[in-house]
């Protein structure tokens, strides 16, 4: 039963417009989430991350959102470049440093 | 600087034969996992560790074995091999407490194929 869920598999996105990405969680005790990012042939590398006390953070780029209430999390990168087709996995740990992951979004940026 | 370290990266195995992957780390991170990719599922915890000397099982750890005898290193271990371990394997290291917020680092992955 997994308790992080992705459920678009793919985005496609014209480069310098938004991606949005969604995440969505089950389990109410999950307190820090994260969002990696992977490419063909290599292992994820941490992106951005979020505590449950805040409801947004922010790095160049990439935003992510979080709302508590609806157990949904985002993630949003203006402007979207080639160099971020990549797949994008959300994750969540409930402060005992076990990291839960979703299934994945592949994002391709079109030029 | 490696980081974490997998060996090794490719690997083909016959139904019933064993095999061990190592993972190494170079940042003195006390806590290491062992996590497999297959598709439409994203990762899966196998085992964790949260200091030299100790091992926890994860989500999926039927078929595996693990060793911390070290702190730099972590091993996988599949005493017989099946066709539905057949997948992508990932290590990954990390702080404990607040250093925590810096997440995991992963290693680069060994692809097992079990025929």
């Known amino acids: 039963d997994q308790q992080v869920k992705q459920n678009s598999p793919s985005l496609s996105v014209q480069e310098g417009r938004i991606s949005i990405l969604n995440c969505d969680y089950t389990n109410s005790m999950f307190d820090y989430f994260l969002w990696y990012k992977k490419y063909p042939a290599e292992g994820p590398t941490f992106l951005i991350s979020i505590s449950s006390i805040k409801d947004k953070n922010e790095d160049g780029r990439f935003t992510v959102f979080l709302n508590k209430s609806a157990k949904h999390l985002s993630l949003h990168i203006v402007p979207s470049q080639p160099g971020d087709s990549a797949v994008y996995f959300c994750?969540?740990?409930?402060?005992?440093?076990?990291?839960?992951f979703g299934a994945g979004t592949t994002v391709t940026v079109r030029a | 600087n490696a980081g974490v370290t997998q060996t090794p990266k490719f690997r083909v195995l016959k139904t019933g034969q064993s095999m061990t992957l190592l993972c190494a780390q170079d940042m003195n991170h006390e806590y290491m996992y062992w996590y497999r990719q297959d598709p439409g599922m994203g990762l899966r915890l196998i085992h964790y560790s949260v200091g030299e000397g100790t091992t926890a099982k994860g989500e999926v750890p039927d078929g595996y074995n693990v060793s911390r005898l070290k702190k730099q290193n972590f091993l996988l271990g599949l005493e017989s091999a099946a066709p539905s371990q057949t997948s992508v394997y990932f290590c990954?290291?990390?702080?404990?407490?607040?250093?925590?917020?810096?997440?995991?680092?992963f290693g680069s992955g060994t692809r097992l194929t079990v025929v």
């Open positions: 994750a969540a740990s409930a402060n005992d440093y076990k990291l839960s």
């Open positions: 990954a290291s990390s702080y404990g407490g607040t250093l925590f917020n810096y997440g995991y680092t």
